[in-house]
């Protein structure tokens, strides 16, 4: 157990529909990053949010978008769905820069 | 763009042989970080190494880095099917803690 829960551990959504998974960070840590993992490939760097801000972003589109609260919990929404969006979602917390980061279970992602 | 690339991408072994996996990655960087991943699961964090010249060690995996030559290998002794999973190692930038770019994985197989 790493202490990082997210949420839901599976959906499904229509081509074009929103969604937003949502992410609860390990105690005391203030840095909280998200990744796409298509299979059987590794994970993708989405962003990564450090105290409510964003602080750095991958090769994503703006569709892709977050949010991190006073708690340091954090969510990921991503609008107009396509097929590609298809993924495990990974949200991976850290405190501070440099030391290992926890990852959660993953949500899966189905587009259809 | 940051390139990280592992090899061999599949390997198949028998129980009580070594292997060595390879990651070579393309820019600067002191912090190289290996993770687990079973199928379906998430990642789990092996090593963090985090100069040049570090070597750790844990059971029958021991990883090392080399920032000169842009290298980190992840060795295993004496295989045991319990070692079968996807292998993941991972670099940050400098200055951006954290946001890791991983390897394209590898697939690991001990046949008893």
């Known amino acids: 157990e790493t202490g990082v829960t997210q949420s839901p551990t599976h959906l499904i959504k229509t081509r074009g529909q929103q969604v937003t998974l949502r992410c609860s960070s390990q105690s005391g840590h203030n840095t909280v990053s998200w990744y796409q993992q298509a299979l059987g490939q590794g994970p993708q760097f989405i962003f990564q949010y450090y105290r409510e801000e964003e602080n750095g972003r991958g090769n994503f589109p703006p569709r892709f978008s977050g949010l991190q609260f006073p708690n340091y919990s954090s969510e990921l929404n991503v609008n107009a769905l396509e097929l590609d969006d298809s993924a495990l979602y990974l949200c991976?917390?850290?405190?501070?820069?440099?030391?290992?980061?926890?990852f959660g279970q993953g949500t899966r992602l189905t587009v259809v | 763009e940051l390139k990280v690339e592992q090899n061999p991408l599949f390997l198949s072994m028998q129980e009580g042989k070594n292997y060595t996996i390879y990651c070579n990655y393309s820019t600067t960087s002191d912090r190289l970080y290996w993770y687990r991943q079973d199928p379906g699961k998430s990642l789990e964090s092996l090593f963090v190494?985090?100069?040049?010249?570090a070597v750790k060690q844990e059971g029958r995996l021991m990883a090392s880095l080399d920032t000169k030559a842009r290298l980190s290998t992840l060795h295993i002794t004496a295989a045991v099917h319990d070692l079968s999973a996807t292998y993941f190692c991972?670099?940050?930038?400098?200055?951006?803690?954290?946001?890791?770019?991983f390897g394209t994985g590898t697939s690991l197989t001990v046949i008893p």
């Open positions: 991976a917390s850290s405190f501070p820069v440099g030391t290992e980061a926890f």
């Open positions: 190494l985090l100069s040049n010249g």
């Open positions: 991972a670099v940050d930038r400098v200055f951006t803690g954290n946001q890791f770019y």
